[in-house]
């Protein structure tokens, strides 16, 4: 399946570790970890540089084919590789963090023979800082170990062969019979020393991973007819989930591209603003009440930083450095330039301050309170989002044209001031100024009417002054700004089916965004969708629709950013928060609209 040693990001599956995250292909390589967190230099990047990037494979050397799963209710991986001789299966889970010496970050891959007799083979190239950084390789006390600087990793094996080196990397070929085991274990350590476990230490740190995810997972709530996609989509955020500070990266990647060989490639190994309100929202209806709380305290402390204003992004740990820089590789399938950093981070993006205010909301409507100073802060922002609402700005898809007034944007901040209003009046925050508020939500919401609304189109339109729609509004519905009694909330959800669905497959907009080349369908649109379908008493409609989406996930129930409607490839980066947001709110909407 792979092209020019890339594989297709559909045939990718996720382990994560709540620090950081890797991908596995189908055909057993790790293709992508950043170590020692998500948001760090990648020490596996083949993702993104087939020749440079470096990979950790395991698979056998004889032709196969291979079928793969998450263990029941958990984020651990189990592939069987089905060969002429014999079955084996491969366990891989970055192991959660124990008492006693462990290592730092821990890769465990176990393989289990099945049926006759498989021969394996295993390599592991480090690569450090994106591959741009000279490794040394060698053999320490009989255990092959790669190191750069503050950064070192080693893999050691039993029952898996003697290993070798060389000048790239390390590797060992063995053989598993039915009933024989083997095991290969890949420490990491930054900054301290490189912890080397026993095997049976890395056994039971596995099997008590395994365990770790099935607890977690018995504590959602959700039985509705699709509970497969919603919890799997829950473990997919689970992963995302720094631990450290509680922030939630919108995806563990960066530079996988939106159209392959173009310039849409973005990092998004950082925490948006935008998902607050989602991301609180699906927490706390599946009782992920200890990552909601976290979350959005985080959020609180990181928004502190520029209050009132409020920065697009915000980097795992709270800090504001995500300058955007290109680096010399290859591009996942030539797409060029690969990224880290994010330039949408310098941008104006109104639509922030409604989803600061609902996640707000969201999380006092669940019992919750806010402390003094906090709900000071919270009536403050709402007083800037008075002062600005009647600026341009690049909008929620963070587009590289110019500022343009965005329906989205406009009552997003209307979203933004009649929280406030709403939040003075139960006395989360102080009411002082909530007579302005309302007033400014007014005249919010009257702008939009009058200069964002097309009748040619019996839709809202993507900006003031244009035809062209966007599916960006339809957030903004599903946030509170219409109802099934608004004609012209119902017409424009008719409008974007008409106009930018083809079946499960949704796209963000018409029009240019100032970037050459185009894009595919963006999977969180869809999910919008279903959920306004339901919204507006169309919930068969809606639950079909939904099944159909559902259905586009990949084999292990994973979603990326978009999907290319002709070919049905994944493209962006993966796996994508968003999207699986979007489906735990569509399917608990449409479950509720159901009863």
């Known amino acids: 399946m792979r092209v020019d040693g890339y594989a297709p990001i559909r045939e990718y599956a996720a382990i994560g570790d709540g620090r950081t995250v890797a991908l596995v292909a189908r055909d057993g390589s790790v293709d992508w970890l950043c170590l020692p967190d998500l948001n760090s230099a990648s020490t596996f990047g083949a993702l993104l540089d087939a020749e440079r990037g470096g990979r950790f494979e395991l698979a056998p050397s004889v032709p196969f084919e291979a079928e793969r799963r998450y263990l029941p209710e958990t984020n651990v991986l189990e592939t069987t590789f089905r060969t002429a001789g014999g079955v084996v299966r491969v366990t891989d889970a970055m192991t959660a963090a124990g008492g006693g010496l462990a290592p730092l970050r821990e890769l465990v891959r176990r393989v289990e023979g099945l049926a006759g007799s498989v021969p394996m083979r295993w390599r592991a190239e480090p690569r450090f800082g994106f591959g741009l950084v000279p490794v040394e390789v060698g053999l320490r006390h009989g255990v092959p170990t790669a190191r750069a600087g503050r950064d070192a990793v080693a893999v050691a094996g039993w029952d898996a062969g003697e290993s070798s080196v060389d000048g790239g990397g390390f590797q060992g070929e063995f053989e598993v019979r039915e009933g024989g085991r083997a095991l290969l274990v890949l420490s990491a350590a930054h900054q301290e020393p490189l912890v080397l476990p026993s095997r049976s230490e890395a056994e039971r740190r596995l099997d008590a991973t395994i365990d770790f995810w099935r607890v977690w997972t018995g504590r959602r709530n959700y039985d509705g007819p699709w509970r497969d996609a919603v919890l799997r989509s829950a473990l997919a955020l689970k992963l995302l989930v720094f631990a ?334 968003l999207s699986h947001l979007s489906l735990i709110e569509a399917a608990v909407q449409v479950e509720r609209e159901r009863r």
């Not at 379908?533 to 084999?555: F, H, M, S, T």
């Open 244 to 577: 450290p500070s509680g922030a939630i990266a919108a995806a563990p990647t960066t530079s996988l591209p939106e159209e392959l060989g173009g310039r849409r490639n973005w990092d998004y190994r950082y925490a948006w603003v935008r998902d607050a309100s989602y991301t609180v929202d699906a927490l706390l209806e599946l009782a992920c009440t200890d990552e909601g709380h976290a979350f959005f305290w985080w959020l609180m402390h990181a928004s502190a930083l520029t209050h009132p204003r409020l920065a697009v992004l915000y980097c795992l740990d709270g800090r504001l450095d995500a300058r955007e820089r290109e680096l010399p590789l290859a591009g996942y399938r030539g797409s060029r330039p690969v990224r880290i950093g994010n330039g949408a981070t310098a941008q104006t993006q109104l639509d922030i301050y409604g989803d600061l205010l609902e996640a707000v909301n969201v999380y006092v409507s669940a019992g919750n309170r806010l402390d003094r100073d906090t709900g000071k802060r919270v009536a403050e922002i709402a007083d800037l989002v008075c002062e600005i609402w009647r600026n341009e700005d690049a909008g929620i898809w963070e587009v590289r044209s110019g500022p343009k007034h965005y329906t989205q944007s406009k009552l997003m901040c209307w979203i933004a001031l009649d929280r406030a209003a709403g939040l003075a009046r139960e006395g989360h925050i102080p009411a002082g100024r909530a007579d302005r508020w309302r007033a400014e939500a007014d005249a919010v919401r009257a702008f939009v009417d009058e200069r964002c609304w097309s009748e040619a189109k019996r839709s809202y339109t993507r900006f003031a002054g244009t035809e062209e729609l966007d599916a960006g509004v339809l957030l903004a519905f599903i946030r509170g700004c219409g109802d099934a009694d608004d004609p012209r909330f119902v017409s424009t959800v008719e409008a974007v089916r008409r106009e930018l669905a083809h079946g499960p497959y949704v796209h963000r907009y018409t029009g240019e965004d100032g970037l050459p080349g185009e894009e595919g369908a963006f999977v969180a649109c869809s999910f919008w969708l279903v959920d306004t379908l339901a919204r507006i008493g169309r919930c068969d409609e809606a639950a079909a629709l939904l099944d159909d989406v559902v259905a586009l996930a990949n084999d292990v129930g994973l979603f990326s950013e978009e999907i290319d409607p002709g070919t049905g490839d994944f493209l962006g980066n993966f796996p994508q928060g």
